[in-house]
């Protein structure tokens, strides 16, 4: 079974019609819509991307059988040369916070990656995403500095706050996992732009009917 992650992107958009079910988690409660796919919205009960029970969510998503998972994810461009409206699939990822894992209790090594199979399907399924380059993750809920822009820029390509914790618990769940980012505005300090939460709601409401189509190809492609 295909499994989406989506967050502000997503929350204009018209979705799959699916069935709302509330999965009870070793790690906590996490509520699934779930049909031929499984939609997993991460910002439940409006949780800012630091409070985010990403270890229920994830294992929420495993316990529905969910084989292969794509999170569709609200960006900011490092580069001047990747412009608000891209939609990229990165190839990579870093994170400057705190990385949740299952394995509190003992000791694990995995091997962080994004799923690399996926991204060449889902490059199939959209051919104008731009394939290649290194999403950051930073704590949230604030925005970057422009210090840290600054610093970001010489390592990653587009700044988030929650995929690199979903690929990571995704790897330990040995479940593939790629992401589809969409580049809602310039980093802090690449434009004059003020960056708000209300400036993010208003591009994804703008995008909402691309993303509509984005999520319906990657379904198309992956959830047969």
Known sequence: ?????????????????????????????????????????????????????????MAALALCGVDQIVAFGSVGSLKPLIQPGTVVLPTDYLSLTDIPSFHNHAIEHVMPALDQGLVRQISGAIPTAEVGGTYAQTRGPRIETVSEVRALAKVADV????????????????????AVCTVDNYANGLSDEVLTYEHILATSKKYARRTEDLVGAVVHALGA
């Open 159 to 178: 700044v988030g706050m929650t995929v690199a914790s979903e690929a990571t618990l995704a790897r330990e769940l040995e479940i593939p996992f790629a």
């Open 1 to 57: 079974m295909l499994g989406i992650i989506g967050g502000t992107s997503l929350l204009y958009c018209d979705l799959p019609a699916l069935e709302e079910k509330m999965v009870w988690t070793p790690y906590g409660p996490a509520a699934v819509h779930v049909g031929e796919i499984a939609l997993m919205l991460r910002h439940q009960a409006d949780r800012p991307p630091h409070q985010i029970n990403y270890r229920a969510q």
